[in-house]
């Protein structure tokens, strides 16, 4: 159980979360900075530093509560569940899922354009958050299983940046 200081911070870090993806949704990505983050917040600047170590950390914690790369735990937990289900068909029940998320989080497609078109003050922060969900993704490839065949490994990325690249045209 969280102390009533404990829950003070957790209440503080959301309510930054929620201040930066607010930001962009109504004023777009140029809009967001420290200052205007911690502003919408209403809390103090030095905040941020303090739960995130910085903007950039701010910015790798929306990404990844906002699993904006997805969710490997949507096709291991099936798989692992039902030894027997069609893999092949648990990827695209999958990929379809996350790039309909995907479509409907506004804010993402805005930042992953972003970062697309040469990026800003964002791109440190995703990246950071893309490295971990890449970690996680090494980890449970390396589990062997249905990804041991390179062709369907290799099906798998190219299905994954075909849906990201239809979910990011959707702006």
Known sequence: PLSKAGHKRESTKAALIEAFESLIAEEGVAAVGVNAVAKRAGVGKPLIYKYFDGFDGLVAAWASQSKIWGDDDDIFAPLSQNPSADPIAVMRDTLVKSSTELREKPVALQIMAHALLGGSELTAGLEAAKQESGNHHDALYEQGGVFDD??????????????????????
């Open 150 to 171: 390179p062709d369907t490994s290799a099906l798998l990325l190219v299905m994954y940046a075909a849906s990201r690249y239809l979910a990011l045209r959707s702006l």
